[in-house]
C-alpha cells in the first residue's frame, strides 16, 4: 500500500473535506491489510432469526466498547503475532485455530517452552459475544472478555510474560520497537502509545466480531422463521435437515419430562451460548466448581469435550448425559431428579435408544460454520514475521536436493493441480537473488554467481507460501 489520503467528512453541513496523511510503512512490510479498505467487523450481517430479542438476551458487547473495524482489526494482528509470547513461539491463534472453531484438538495445549501444558482445554472462541453472563474461562474466572484477552500473555505456561518475567512492563516496550503497532495504535486510538488496556480493548472487539450465523443449522432456522409462533418456530422440521437431524433438533430442545435430552435448557438456540444461571453438568462426583460452556457453534470440529478434555467423541459426551451425570453441590438441578426421594438428589438418567442418542450426535454437528472458520478476515494477517518469514503448513512438501547446493540442485514440491507458483532465493538481506514462475512440480536452481552462505527458498502462490533454509557451498 502507498501513502495513503484519507478523506475524512467533517462536518455534513459545511461538507468540507480535510486531508489526513497517514504513513504505515511499518505495517505495509509486516502485514497483508489494506488500510484504506478495512473488512467489516462493526457490522456483521445477522440472519433473520438474530432478531433484537437475541441481542437483548445474549450480548455482552458493553458500551464503551463497540466492534469497530479499526480496533478488531488491531486486535487480528495482536492475535496473530507470536511476539506477545516471551520467546516469540506462540499467539493466540496457536492454540485457537481458525479452522477449528478457534480451539485446538489437544486435551490440553501446549505453551510457549514447548512443554508445559494448560491447566484447561482450549475453548472455541465464535460466539463468545453471545455468553450473556460475560464471564470468561472455564471456571469463570475472568469478569469479561476484556479482562480475560490479556491473562495468557501474562499466563507463566502460554505466553510466559509473567511478573517474574516483566510483564507487560517488558512486553510494551517489545511492541513499541515493532515497526507496525506505533502505527496501528495511533490508526485506532489517536496517538502511538502502547496500554495494557489498549490491548484488551481491541483483542476484545476481535473476538466479538466472531459471530456464527452461518451453519446448516442458521440456514434451516431461517427458513422457517416465524416470531408468531412459539420458540419463533424453532420446533417447525427444518427443510434442509435430514430427518435424522431433525429429530435431534427434536431431542436437543424438548426437556426430559416431555420426551427430550434437555440440552436447550442450558446451552441457549440460536446462539447456543450458555444460559445464564446455569450450573456444572455433573461431570465429577462431588463437584464444586461451577464451570461454562463455551457456545456449542463448531463443537464438532475440535474433537476433544469438556472443561478438561476427557471426550474425544460426541457420541461420549451424549453418553454423559444420557447415562453418566454424577451428583455433587455443583451440579445443575435440571440433571438431578425432582428432590424429595430417599437417599438425596439422584442424577437423571434419560434412557435413550441409540437411534437417539445418534439423532442428538447428527444435530450436534449441524452447528459448524464453515463461513466463520474460512473467513478471510479472521485468518493469519502476517505476510512476514518480524523474526524471518512466515512458514505455512500447506503441502507444498518442498524437498531440495542435495541441500547444501554446490552447483545446482533440484526442487521439487507438491503441485496436483499443476497451479503456476513463484520461486524465488533470498539472501539474509532480503534481496532476491533468483526467480521463476513454475506450474510444473519441479525446478532446477544453477548456483553460478551465488556467494556462499544461508540464503532461503520461497514457493508461494495462491495464498500459500512456503521456506526452506539452503546452504550454497
Ligand atoms: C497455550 C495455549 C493458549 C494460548 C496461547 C492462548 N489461549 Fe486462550 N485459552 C486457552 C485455554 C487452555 C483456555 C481455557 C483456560 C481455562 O479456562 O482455564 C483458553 C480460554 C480463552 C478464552 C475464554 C473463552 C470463554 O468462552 O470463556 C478466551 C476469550 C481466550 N482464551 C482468548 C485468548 C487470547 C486473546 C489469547 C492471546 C492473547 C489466548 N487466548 C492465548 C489456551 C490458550
Ligand atoms: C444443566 C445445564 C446443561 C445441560 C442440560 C446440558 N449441558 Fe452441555 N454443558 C453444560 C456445561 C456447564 C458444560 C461445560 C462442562 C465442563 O466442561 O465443565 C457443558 C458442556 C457441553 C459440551 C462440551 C463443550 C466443549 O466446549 O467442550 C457439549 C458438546 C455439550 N455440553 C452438549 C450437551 C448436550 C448434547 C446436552 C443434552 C443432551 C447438554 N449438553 C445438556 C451444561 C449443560
Redesign the pocket.
Same mark, same amino acid.
Given at each position: 500500500m502507498k501513502k495513503t489520503l484519507l478523506f475524512l467528512l467533517m462536518s455534513m453541513s459545511l461538507m468540507a473535506a480535510q486531508v489526513a496523511l497517514t504513513d504505515f510503512e511499518g505495517v505495509d512490510e509486516y502485514l497483508c491489510l489494506d488500510m484504506d479498505n478495512l473488512d467489516n467487523y462493526a457490522n456483521p450481517t445477522f440472519p433473520v432469526h438474530y432478531g433484537p430479542p437475541v441481542f437483548a438476551a445474549f450480548d455482552n458487547t458493553p458500551a464503551d466498547n463497540a466492534v469497530t473495524d479499526k480496533g478488531a482489526t488491531l486486535g487480528r494482528v495482536l492475535f496473530y503475532d507470536k511476539q506477545l509470547s516471551i520467546n516469540n513461539t506462540v499467539a493466540c491463534a496457536s492454540c485457537h485455530m481458525q479452522a477449528l472453531g478457534f480451539?485446538d484438538t489437544a486435551a490440553l495445549s501446549t505453551g510457549f517452552d514447548g512443554v508445559g501444558l494448560t491447566g484447561a %482445554?482450549s #475453548? &472455541?472462541l465464535g460466539n463468545a459475544r453471545f455468553y450473556p453472563d460475560s464471564v470468561m474461562f472455564?471456571d469463570k474466572r475472568a469478569a469479561d472478555l476484556e479482562a480475560q484477552s490479556t491473562q495468557p500473555i501474562q499466563n507463566e505456561v502460554e505466553m510466559g510474560y509473567d511478573a517474574a518475567h516483566g510483564g507487560f512492563d517488558t512486553l510494551i516496550p517489545k511492541l513499541n520497537a515493532l515497526p507496525y503497532y506505533p502505527e496501528l495504535f495511533e490508526f485506532v486510538y489517536g496517538d502511538t502509545i502502547i496500554t495494557e488496556e489498549r490491548i484488551q480493548l481491541a483483542l476484545a472487539q476481535f473476538i466479538r466480531s466472531m459471530v456464527s450465523v452461518n451453519s446448516k443449522f442458521d440456514t434451516g432456522f431461517a427458513a422457517v422463521f416465524n416470531p408468531q409462533q412459539p420458540g419463533a418456530n424453532i420446533g417447525a422440521n427444518f427443510p434442509n435437515f435430514t430427518a435424522q437431524e431433525n429429530r435431534g433438533k427434536t431431542?436437543?430442545l424438548a426437556a426430559p419430562n416431555n420426551g427430550g435430552?434437555?440440552?436447550a435448557?442450558? %446451552?441457549a438456540p440460536p446462539t447456543f451460548g450458555?444460559?445464564t444461571n $446455569? !450450573?456444572?453438568?455433573g461431570?465429577d462426583a462431588g463437584e464444586t +466448581? +461451577?464451570?461454562?460452556?463455551?457456545s *456449542?457453534k463448531n +463443537?464438532a470440529l475440535?474433537g476433544?469435550? #469438556? %472443561? =478438561?478434555?476427557r471426550?474425544t467423541t *460426541?457420541a461420549e $459426551?451424549?453418553e454423559h448425559? !444420557?447415562s453418566g451425570v454424577q451428583v455433587g453441590p455443583a451440579t =445443575?438441578? &435440571?440433571?438431578l431428579l425432582p428432590p424429595g426421594g430417599p437417599g438425596g438428589p439422584q442424577p437423571i438418567r434419560?434412557n435413550l435408544v441409540a437411534a437417539d442418542k445418534a439423532a442428538?450426535v447428527a444435530f *450436534?454437528q449441524t452447528l459448524t460454520d464453515n463461513v466463520l472458520i474460512a473467513d478471510a478476515k479472521f485468518s493469519d494477517p502476517f505476510c512476514k514475521t518480524a523474526t524471518g518469514i512466515k512458514e505455512v503448513a500447506n503441502g507444498f512438501d518442498l524437498q531440495v536436493y542435495p541441500n547444501p547446493v554446490q552447483n545446482a540442485a533440484t526442487i521439487r514440491f507438491a503441485n496436483p493441480n499443476a497451479s503456476t507458483y513463484r520461486l524465488s532465493l533470498t539472501d539474509l538481506s532480503g534481496r532476491t537473488v533468483w526467480q521463476q514462475a513454475n506450474n510444473t512440480s519441479e525446478a532446477q536452481l544453477h548456483t553460478d554467481g551465488l556467494a556462499t552462505g544461508l540464503y532461503i527458498l520461497v514457493i508461494e502462490g495462491n495464498g500459500n507460501k512456503e521456506t526452506r533454509k539452503l546452504i550454497v557451498e
Amino acid at each position: 500500500m502507498k501513502k495513503t489520503l484519507l478523506f475524512l467528512l467533517m462536518s455534513m453541513s459545511l461538507m468540507a473535506a480535510q486531508v489526513a496523511l497517514t504513513d504505515f510503512e511499518g505495517v505495509d512490510e509486516y502485514l497483508c491489510l489494506d488500510m484504506d479498505n478495512l473488512d467489516n467487523y462493526a457490522n456483521p450481517t445477522f440472519p433473520v432469526h438474530y432478531g433484537p430479542p437475541v441481542f437483548a438476551a445474549f450480548d455482552n458487547t458493553p458500551a464503551d466498547n463497540a466492534v469497530t473495524d479499526k480496533g478488531a482489526t488491531l486486535g487480528r494482528v495482536l492475535f496473530y503475532d507470536k511476539q506477545l509470547s516471551i520467546n516469540n513461539t506462540v499467539a493466540c491463534a496457536s492454540c485457537h485455530m481458525q479452522a477449528l472453531g478457534f480451539t485446538d484438538t489437544a486435551a490440553l495445549s501446549t505453551g510457549f517452552d514447548g512443554v508445559g501444558l494448560t491447566g484447561a %482445554h482450549s #475453548m &472455541r472462541l465464535g460466539n463468545a459475544r453471545f455468553y450473556p453472563d460475560s464471564v470468561m474461562f472455564w471456571d469463570k474466572r475472568a469478569a469479561d472478555l476484556e479482562a480475560q484477552s490479556t491473562q495468557p500473555i501474562q499466563n507463566e505456561v502460554e505466553m510466559g510474560y509473567d511478573a517474574a518475567h516483566g510483564g507487560f512492563d517488558t512486553l510494551i516496550p517489545k511492541l513499541n520497537a515493532l515497526p507496525y503497532y506505533p502505527e496501528l495504535f495511533e490508526f485506532v486510538y489517536g496517538d502511538t502509545i502502547i496500554t495494557e488496556e489498549r490491548i484488551q480493548l481491541a483483542l476484545a472487539q476481535f473476538i466479538r466480531s466472531m459471530v456464527s450465523v452461518n451453519s446448516k443449522f442458521d440456514t434451516g432456522f431461517a427458513a422457517v422463521f416465524n416470531p408468531q409462533q412459539p420458540g419463533a418456530n424453532i420446533g417447525a422440521n427444518f427443510p434442509n435437515f435430514t430427518a435424522q437431524e431433525n429429530r435431534g433438533k427434536t431431542l436437543f430442545l424438548a426437556a426430559p419430562n416431555n420426551g427430550g435430552a434437555g440440552c436447550a435448557g442450558c %446451552h441457549a438456540p440460536p446462539t447456543f451460548g450458555l444460559n445464564t444461571n $446455569v !450450573n456444572s453438568n455433573g461431570l465429577d462426583a462431588g463437584e464444586t +466448581i +461451577i464451570f461454562k460452556s463455551p457456545s *456449542l457453534k463448531n +463443537i464438532a470440529l475440535g474433537g476433544t469435550f #469438556m %472443561h =478438561d478434555g476427557r471426550f474425544t467423541t *460426541l457420541a461420549e $459426551v451424549v453418553e454423559h448425559y !444420557n447415562s453418566g451425570v454424577q451428583v455433587g453441590p455443583a451440579t =445443575d438441578a &435440571r440433571l438431578l431428579l425432582p428432590p424429595g426421594g430417599p437417599g438425596g438428589p439422584q442424577p437423571i438418567r434419560l434412557n435413550l435408544v441409540a437411534a437417539d442418542k445418534a439423532a442428538l450426535v447428527a444435530f *450436534l454437528q449441524t452447528l459448524t460454520d464453515n463461513v466463520l472458520i474460512a473467513d478471510a478476515k479472521f485468518s493469519d494477517p502476517f505476510c512476514k514475521t518480524a523474526t524471518g518469514i512466515k512458514e505455512v503448513a500447506n503441502g507444498f512438501d518442498l524437498q531440495v536436493y542435495p541441500n547444501p547446493v554446490q552447483n545446482a540442485a533440484t526442487i521439487r514440491f507438491a503441485n496436483p493441480n499443476a497451479s503456476t507458483y513463484r520461486l524465488s532465493l533470498t539472501d539474509l538481506s532480503g534481496r532476491t537473488v533468483w526467480q521463476q514462475a513454475n506450474n510444473t512440480s519441479e525446478a532446477q536452481l544453477h548456483t553460478d554467481g551465488l556467494a556462499t552462505g544461508l540464503y532461503i527458498l520461497v514457493i508461494e502462490g495462491n495464498g500459500n507460501k512456503e521456506t526452506r533454509k539452503l546452504i550454497v557451498e
